[in-house]
Structure formats: C-alpha cells, structure tokens
Nanobody, 126 residues
Framework: QVQLVESGGGLMQAGDSVRLSCAGSGRTFGGYDMGWFRQAPGKEPEFVASVSWLSTITHYSDSLKGRSTISRNNGQNTITLQMNALKPEDTAVYYC???????????????????WGQGTQVTVSS
C-alpha cells in the first residue's frame, strides 16, 4: 500500500517558522514530483511547492516564494517543507502529494494528483 504521511504541523504565531515532513512508503517515487498542497477552510486545495526526483527542479507558489524551501531525500523517501515568516493566511491543512512528471504537481488538481497524504494542520495566529 502506498502511503504519504505528513508531520510537523501545529499551532504557530505570526513570524514563526515550521518544518513539515512527509514520509513515503510502499514504492519508490522515481520520476515523480513530490510536494505540498494546502487547503484553507472553505477553499479549494492550493499548490504550495514541489521538487523533482533528483531535486534539480523546484516550484513554489507565489505566496511562498522567497520564504520557503522544499527538499527531498530519496534515500529516506522523504520530503520536507521549511516555511518561514508565517502569516495567518498560511493557516490550512497541508497535504503531501506525489505525481509522475516534472511540473505535474504545479499543474495538478484534486482529480489528477495520484497520491495524497492525510494532511497536517498548520494554524497561525496573529
């Protein structure tokens, strides 16, 4: 069974930093982009960031660009998302995701993304 399991979320204050982790199991994600979506209450899932298999290509949403870093460790089958200078607008459930092809998460949506984790809540208070 293929699983993506997120961790690291919690209650934060504006200006804090958080590191989210995602551990994959059940397969090797060779050729897959891995990354993150987030979903705020009442909103559709929003692409956050992704990284390619060899970590040579990364994509970031405009709202996270410059204050976030995504990384990948294929030996551990994990990815991490470091977010700095958190804002209340970052409050959301953050979902780990994986899909074959470079750029496929950036261009993806709920019905096309192959694998999703269960999500981890990040709440940022002002």
């Amino acid at each position: 069974q293929v699983q993506l399991v997120e961790s690291g979320g919690g209650l934060m204050q504006a200006g804090d930093s958080v590191r989210l982790s995602c551990a994959g199991s059940g397969r090797t994600f060779g050729g897959y982009d891995m990354g993150w979506f987030r979903q705020a209450p009442g909103k559709e899932p929003e692409f956050v960031a992704s990284v390619s298999w060899l970590s040579t290509i990364t994509h970031y949403s405009d709202s996270l660009k410059g204050r976030s870093t995504i990384s990948r460790n294929n030996g551990q089958n994990t990815i991490t998302l470091q977010m700095n200078a958190l804002k209340p607008e970052d409050t959301a459930v953050y979902y780990c995701a994986a899909n074959r092809g470079v750029g496929s998460l950036r261009d993806g949506h709920r019905s096309t993304v192959e694998y999703w984790g269960q999500g981890t809540q990040v709440t940022v208070s002002s």
